[in-house]
């Protein structure tokens, strides 16, 4: 399918403000965050570029489904690290783990239901974390209202995780044209509420 002009548009300004993110940072953080968020905005910048090079036809490729874990596994890791520091080793063991059993489950050829299921797992998790962690701050006045963007952010990856693990797995819940028709303005829409929530928070 042959992207149009617009569509490299939004990809373009989600390339910007994943390039912006990166420079600017967040204030206060630790390393561990501060190189998780960085990863995770730094797969978002990679990833525009390269829809913008090669097409939307680079989704097909296996190698999608273990860089596009890496988006809400990094901002989760992130997320626990910086908020919950009573259980941030834990969820960077666990973070590192699952990374690891995607790429396994995608050297290895593994049957389609199983990488499915690990990809469903990760994103499932890793996307309810960064869902629910923010409004929870906020809910006990942790974190002002306007952090609720970075929720909107990780239901927005999670959509995103969902439809590229379908797609890659064979079993769309769209077609390879419905989804290759949204995902632009979807990771336009993803990239800017999680640039808002961590810009308007700090």
Sequence with gaps: MKMSILDRILLLIATLL?????????????????IAYSI????????GLLLIIFGLEVLDSPI???????????????????????????????AILWLLIIVITRVLHAPNKLSLFVLIVVHGIAGLTIFLLPVILVLTGRALPRYLFVSAGGALIGLNGVLLALLNAGKPLLSHESIFRVLPGLLLLMTATLVAGFALST
Excluded: E, M, N, R
């Design 40 to 47: 995770a905005f730094g797969v978002i910048l990679v990833a």
């Design 64 to 94: 999608v489904a273990i860089v596009s874990s890496l988006i809400p596994l990094s901002l989760a890791t992130g997320l626990v690290w910086h908020h919950l520091p009573f259980f941030k080793v834990q969820y960077l063991v666990f």
């Design 18 to 34: 994943a390039a912006y993110q990166i420079a600017v940072g967040i204030d206060g953080l630790s390393t561990v965050p501060t």
